[in-house]
């Protein structure tokens, strides 16, 4: 166990609505990253924040933004959503940049 | 840009032989290289961190090695069991921003 929950576990949603995942951490972690793992690939670094500022970012559009809070939990947040969204997501936990990360089960997003 | 390449895609192998997995990069300029595991529809469970400066790391039957100049590193897995049947990844960090690049995995099959 890594300490690490996503919610919620499965998501349908259409192409152009919103959409918040969640994560959190039983104990408080500097860092949290975001990545989007598509079916029989590696994930895919979407962004990262540590102490609430994002430290940096990968190849996503603006409409894919993020929070951290001051209890480590993290948003995860996608506007008008496009069939290619459809993925699962994943994020991870490390004490800081660079360490080992940790990470929770994911979100499986469906766009139909 | 780093890109990461795992050999082979796929394995199957019998019960009790021992494995090497192995995974290129093309960017020598590393902080550090994780191996994770990842169980069908499920998040990565961390395996082993292997820091730049070292040469190899254990961890109970597995073994990371890594040779940063030539941009490779390999995963023994000994006397494998059908426990150990997942799909493992590689991921270097990059030294620039910390970001994990990751491969897109070896499909791992333990037979019984």
């Known amino acids: 166990e890594t300490g690490v929950t996503q919610s919620p576990t499965h998501l349908i949603k259409t192409r152009g609505q919103q959409v918040t995942l969640r994560c959190s951490s039983q104990?408080?972690?500097?860092?949290v990253s975001w990545y989007q793992q598509a079916l029989g690939q590696g994930p895919q670094f979407i962004f990262q924040?540590?102490?609430?500022?994002?430290?940096g970012r990968g190849n996503f559009p603006p409409r894919f933004s993020g929070l951290q809070f001051p209890n480590y939990s993290s948003e995860l947040n996608v506007n008008a959503l496009e069939l290619d969204d459809s993925a699962l997501y994943l994020c991870?936990?490390?004490?800081?940049?660079?360490?080992?990360?940790?990470f929770g089960p994911g979100t499986r997003l469906t766009v139909l | 840009k780093q890109e990461v390449t795992q050999i082979p895609a796929a394995l199957s192998v019998p019960e009790g032989e021992n494995l090497v997995l192995n995974c290129s990069f093309t960017d020598s300029a590393i902080y550090n290289l994780q191996w994770f595991r990842q169980d069908p529809g499920k998040g990565l469970t961390s395996l082993l961190l292997?820091?730049?400066s070292q040469r190899e790391q254990t961890s109970g039957r597995l073994n990371a090695s890594l040779d940063k100049s030539s941009g490779r590193s390999t995963l023994y897995i000994a006397a494998s069991q059908p426990g150990d049947s997942a799909t493992y990844l590689c991921a270097p960090v990059l030294d620039s921003n910390y970001q994990l690049i990751w491969g897109a995995g070896t499909k791992l099959i333990i037979k019984p």
């Open positions: 924040y540590y102490r609430e500022e994002e430290n």
């Open positions: 991870a936990r490390s004490d800081g940049v660079g360490d080992t990360q940790y």
């Open positions: 104990s408080g972690h500097n860092t």
């Open positions: 292997i820091q730049s």
